[in-house]
């Protein structure tokens, strides 16, 4: 009675209730080791050093060579802003004149019969003289040439603070890119967690009869397919410190883990932006200087066409030793000397040079034209990617808000799913899908955050917003 009692109560009850409950007997070890996680780091293998943004940047901007080489332009232009540069200080010269002589001499006179005749004569020449001129007017062109010299400085130093700016914002921008990737890794091992952890489910339910052996072989097949991605994410992370380590002057092998996570400002507005590009934008500022330096050559070419007037002395001391002189029949040795100062005044007055300061004119008014042109474009360029950079930071933005938001929903849908996988309520493909949702999900946010961050680092370059005029990071 109580066995048929039994087999009633087991026949009445619904098939799919018996598939929903499984009992897990205890699985028997495996009879060979199972091999480490893809996931797991060797032993052996010690955590890679913190570096953080700062540091990144403090490190690039003492050792990147882009940096140094500009650094090194700019003390050459600051070398050169000097009124001796620009002609307005006296030059003095120092000459000395030392020559020996060896000859053979043959002297004939009506007054004699015989010629007087010296083989070997030794003769030498001292001269030596001090000598200096002074620029007192070329048509005001030394003063223009010194503040030529002041706005090349000027825009030198532009230039390097364009190369500091560019060169933190790429070094950022590499940093972020390793934020990035490092966040897809953990990503894909998430994803492996959840692939192990159906495996394991489905070879229970494969113990106890309710599943089929091809169902854990599907498992199977799926964490190695996320596994070759998990290798292919960990070659472009390798690839981005690799690139990042370049910037930053380092050994491309070493390794090291960011210390700090993507954080997107949200307070930047479109006219602030604009009004700083105006305002500090060096490249800009580089383009005005340029302006300015081709006015000074034009004006140079135009004091060239007024006369030049100096001064010039000096002191100068001649000794000349003679051994081939003849006084009567008589070989002598013959000495002069005169030593003195001199002094004058030179002018230089410009009447006809085959119209070449004419050319050189035109030429210079046309570099002043096209440095204008320069200016024009210089602008609408930065007005243009500084517009295309928020309006990528803006709907940055509102995707961004709207992937935190799904990504949350995508966990929970995987926790779900797996839950209910594990109860029997859902087939495996559907397991799947929602892992490979939630995988596609974070690696989504992950680029539309970092996205979001380059937008932000190119308007806060353009602005110059990232480096302070001391050449550190803000």
Do not use: C, H
């Not at 999900?441 to 955050?449: F, H, K, P, Y």
């Amino acid at each position: 009675m109580p066995r048929s009692f039994f087999f009633t109560l087991l026949l009445a009850l619904p098939l799919p209730m018996l598939a929903q409950q499984p009992v897990l007997p205890t699985r028997e070890p495996a009879s060979k080791p199972q091999s480490k996680s893809q996931t797991e780091k060797p032993e052996t293998v010690a955590d890679a050093p913190p570096l953080t943004l700062a540091e990144a940047i403090r490190l690039g901007l003492e050792s990147n060579y882009d940096i140094r080489v500009s650094r090194q332009d700019e003390r050459i232009a600051e070398n050169n802003v000097t009124r001796g540069n620009a002609g307005q200080l006296p030059v003095v010269n120092g000459n000395l004149t030392r020559n020996f002589n060896r000859n053979n001499v043959r002297q004939e006179s009506s007054a004699r019969p015989e010629a007087s005749i010296a083989n070997g004569a030794q003769s030498n020449l001292l001269n030596a003289n001090v000598a200096a001129t002074w620029t007192l007017f070329d048509g005001l062109g030394m003063f223009i040439a010194y503040d030529r010299l002041k706005s090349l400085e000027q825009s030198q130093r532009q230039l390097t603070r364009a190369t500091v700016e560019e060169t933190v914002a790429t070094i950022t921008d590499a940093y972020y890119v390793v934020v990035r990737e490092s966040g897809k890794i953990r990503a894909s091992e998430e994803a492996l967690k959840i692939g192990q952890a159906r495996i394991d489910l489905t070879q229970a339910r494969v113990d106890v009869g309710v599943s089929a052996k091809v169902e854990v072989l599907t498992a199977r097949v799926d964490y190695n397919a996320d596994r070759s991605l998990l290798i292919q994410q960990q070659e472009a992370l390798q690839t981005a410190k690799i690139n990042l380590n370049n910037l930053l002057g380092r050994t491309p092998r070493l390794n090291f883990r960011p210390a700090d996570s993507i954080v997107v400002a949200t307070d930047l507005s479109r006219e602030s932006v604009a009004q700083a590009v105006q305002q500090n934008n060096p490249r800009l500022q580089q383009a005005r200087l340029n302006t300015e330096i081709a006015t000074y050559d034009r004006k140079l070419v135009r004091a060239s066409r007024f006369p030049q007037i100096g001064l010039t002395t000096g002191y100068g001391y001649n000794r000349n030793i003679n051994g081939a002189a003849f006084f009567g029949n008589q070989l002598v040795t013959n000495t002069g000397r005169t030593y003195g100062l001199n002094y004058g005044v030179v002018a230089t007055i410009p009447i006809f040079d085959g119209f070449n300061r004419n050319r050189l004119e035109q030429n210079a008014r046309i570099g002043e034209v096209q440095s204008s042109l320069l200016l024009g474009q210089t602008q609408l360029q930065l007005e243009t990617e500084a517009e295309q950079a928020y309006a990528q930071y803006q709907n940055r933005l509102q995707l961004l808000e709207l992937e935190e938001a799904n990504i949350l929903l995508a966990r929970e849908n995987v926790a779900i799913a797996l839950e209910r996988y594990r109860l029997g309520l859902l087939v495996p493909l559907a397991l799947r899908e929602a892992q490979r949702t939630q995988l596609d999900a974070e690696v989504r946010l992950l680029d539309i955050r970092y996205q979001a961050k380059q937008a932000e680092i190119i308007l806060r370059r353009l602005s110059s917003g990232l480096v302070q005029e001391s050449g550190q990071p803000r």
